[in-house]
Every structure is written in structure tokens, then in C-alpha cells.
């Protein structure tokens, strides 16, 4: 066990429709980092939230969000969901806004769209 | 900006043989680098970090990195493969200041044979 913990571990959809997957960072970890891996994209990096701010964005689409709440579990909000958008989320944290400690990673949410 | 490149998508090794893993990183200020590792249907899990206070980094598993600015590289070594070390590896690259996020490579599939 990481310490992150990522629900639900599997989620299947229909395309159109709207998800929201959660994180709850490791203990004391004040970032929260989204990243999407897909067999034909790799590991790409979403979106950053530092203790309840947006950090930095990467490659995410427009039809999704993500926000970093007080107690600092974050949510991925996932919107019109097309074919393409199937594969594994992860959500990570660090105690830092940077990366010198690395970064734990949860378990994941695989999303498989129909 | 910080990158790595990591030499091979597949490497295969025979049960006992060397694993050598490459990575060339590319950094602006001095770097932190790590190697992830990530089991099949898992997240990454962190195998070793460098961050300046030695150029020979040892791990967990008995995977070992050595960083070399003059070659920029942090390839990932470990003397007898074992079965159970099929996976695949991520090299990651972060800057040593300031609220620098990690940058993952494309990841090297290691396949074990028996």
C-alpha cells in the first residue's frame, strides 16, 4: 500500500457520459498529480494541484477538470467521454510542489468507455 | 525544461543474466533524477532517486543507477535478473529548484527469460 489510494479501481461507461475519479493523497503530501496511461500514448501528465491550487497543466482535454479540495483529496471530472479516453488514471502526490522527493502513486482507476 | 530518453522500449535478458537499463537525461539546472518501476495492472512504484549526495544510488530489489554528468546518463543496472523483475521501467528527470514537476521517459519493458 502506497499510502494513495485511488476509487474506483475499475469504472466501465458508455461514451457521452460523465465520471469523476478520486484521490486521497499520502499522508502530509500537499501535491496531487493526474496522469493518464494509455498503450498508444505512454505515461502523459494531466494536471498538477498544490494544497488546493492549480500547479501546472499538461496534455489534459478540454472536457476534463480536476479540482484539489480543502482536505486535499482531489477529484478527476471526466466529461462526454469518448472511445479514446479509455485507460489507466493515476493519481500521485508529493510533499512538494516540485519533484525533488519524487512522487508516491496510487494504484490506479482503469475507465473503459463503450 | 528537463527531459530523458531512455534507450530501448523492449529489452529481454536471460534469468540471471545483467540487466542494463539506459537513460540520457537532459537538464538545465542539476538534476534530480529516479527510476519507477511498474508491475503489470499496478501504479509505479519508486525504485531509487538521485539527488546529488551520491553518484552511485542504490534501490530496492537490488537495482542499482549511476549518474554520470559528463555522459548524462543514470542507467539502471542489476548483476543476476530474476523472473519476478519483469516489469516495465520509467526514468524521470526533475529540476533541482523550485517547483519543477518530474518528467517520466517512454518507459522500457523488461522481459525475463527462464
Known amino acids: 500500500d502506497s499510502g494513495v489510494t485511488q476509487t474506483p479501481k475499475h469504472l466501465i461507461t458508455a461514451t457521452g457520459q460523465r465520471v469523476t475519479l478520486r484521490c486521497s493523497p499520502r499522508?502530509?503530501?500537499?501535491?496531487v498529480y493526474w496522469y493518464q496511461q494509455s498503450l498508444d500514448q505512454g505515461l502523459q501528465f494531466l494536471i498538477q494541484?498544490?494544497?488546493?491550487?492549480?500547479?501546472a497543466k499538461g496534455n489534459i482535454l478540454e472536457r476534463f477538470s480536476a479540482q484539489q479540495f480543502p482536505d486535499l483529496h482531489s477529484e478527476l471530472n471526466l466529461s462526454s467521454l469518448e472511445l479514446g479516453d479509455s485507460a489507466l488514471y493515476f493519481c500521485?502526490?508529493?510533499?512538494?510542489?516540485?519533484?525533488?522527493?519524487?512522487?508516491?502513486f496510487g494504484s490506479g482507476t482503469r475507465l473503459t468507455v463503450v | 525544461a528537463q527531459s530523458v530518453t531512455q534507450l530501448g522500449s523492449h529489452v529481454s535478458v536471460s534469468e540471471g543474466a545483467l540487466v542494463l537499463l539506459r537513460c540520457n537525461y537532459s537538464?538545465?539546472?542539476?538534476?534530480?533524477l529516479f527510476w519507477y518501476v511498474q508491475y503489470p495492472n499496478q501504479g509505479l512504484q519508486l525504485l531509487l532517486k538521485?539527488?546529488?549526495?551520491?553518484?552511485l544510488v542504490k534501490g530496492i530489489n537490488g537495482f542499482e543507477a549511476e549518474f554520470k554528468k559528463s555522459e548524462t546518463s543514470f542507467h539502471l543496472t542489476k548483476p543476476s535478473a530474476h523472473m519476478s523483475d519483469a516489469a516495465e521501467y520509467f526514468c524521470a528527470v526533475s529540476g533541482s529548484g523550485g517547483y519543477q514537476k518530474v518528467t517520466f521517459g517512454t518507459g522500457t519493458k523488461l522481459q525475463v527469460i527462464p
Open positions: 499522508s502530509g503530501d500537499l501535491s
Open positions: 538521485y539527488t546529488s549526495a551520491a553518484t
Open positions: 500521485a502526490s508529493s510533499v512538494d510542489g516540485g519533484g525533488r522527493y519524487g512522487y508516491t
Open positions: 537538464s538545465s539546472v542539476p538534476p534530480y
Open positions: 494541484y498544490y494544497n488546493g491550487e492549480e500547479r
